[in-house]
């Protein structure tokens, strides 16, 4: 089927005198470069050809297919009244369309035959790709119908549009719109743009963090704008990933073993940078979760924190117990009755000689007393909380005399 389309394209003294609208004219001056021009009048503007106004790919017909009228808009040009001369582009008119019969008939007499058979819808296309460059979109990937703007905006192309493959395109009809109560642009015109068309505008390496595995990925991005061309993974510059991953930890907040850690250096008096730690912790590391505060303390700090904000307690029963530090300067252990017999007054730690608060903890592993002041807890408590663990817990030890009892960790009397 022979298809074919007229561009006008004005003379060009009259990109000269469009001086109140200068953007429109060198745009149009762009699209009329890449296209052939003809010498003389037009003939074919009393052939059914209607201009709309202020565009100038003509529509020559309001029954033709939605393919030609996407390319109405070729230039937003000064709004003058000059001849524009036609150039015929053959792809888009049905050969059996009368009309572009006889406008094929008019072109082919004002136009070398040679010319006629090199202008091509491929011409048009990039004759409208070089002057709305500006407009240059890219199909999203999880969607056909949605494109990114070189603006670095989103659009919803509509189905008039005319394009129906290529990831890129230029939005040569675009209007404001609202999809699901949320405003978009919606692009009603537009004409596919090959890719070896564009000339990237910047072209530099970018490192970013995975939020999957924590780790820095970097990779080498071609753009136009704001739409990526191509993106080639690299290997990261040790140094910059060392400072996302610093930052990244820093702005993510300590995990639960760094937020004890910290605690335990305040508890014990010692100031840290914790900055400082982040950033030498991130320079030996490859995931966020690589990051240890701790393996890069001085020997001095671990040695102080040893012996003020201990990680563990020793009980009687032989054990060593988990302490917990609070943000309110509080030190806790949880361990079971049974293992504190012969433990007559609660241990103290730190500089400040703070006592550790114990969470005594049923056979079954639950809480049945909170102290802080053993001495306290076997004189006045211990006689009742005995009475009641007796009873749920007959095969367990409960000595009258807790502090010359032996402490232990089993769970029943041995036989």
Known sequence: MA????????PPDVFDRATRFPEQANRYRRIAFQTPRLHGKSEVGNRRMAVVRGRHLLRLDRKFDHHLRVRKTAAQAADVDETFHPVWLPGFLPSPNPTAQELQRVAGERLADAAASRTTDEDLRHALYTGYADRLAKRRADTRDRVMLATGHGAALARESGVRDGEYLVALDIVAAERDGIGEARIRAASRVEREWITPTSEEVEHRIDPVSGRVRASRVVRFDAIVLNETPISPDLATAAGLLREAWLARGPDAHTLRLLRRLRFAGVEADVAALAGQAAAGAETLDDMDLEAHLSFDVKRRLAEHAPESLAVPSGRSMRLEYADDGSVSASVKLQELFGLAES???GPSRVPVTFHLLAPNGRPVQTTRD???????????????LRGRYPKHPWPEDPWSAQPTHRTTRRR
């Open 3 to 10: 298809l074919g389309f007229f561009l006008l394209v004005p």
């Open 347 to 349: 241990p103290t730690i």
């Open 374 to 388: 053993l001495r306290s807890f076997w004189q006045r408590t211990y006689p009742e909380v005995r009475k009641e």
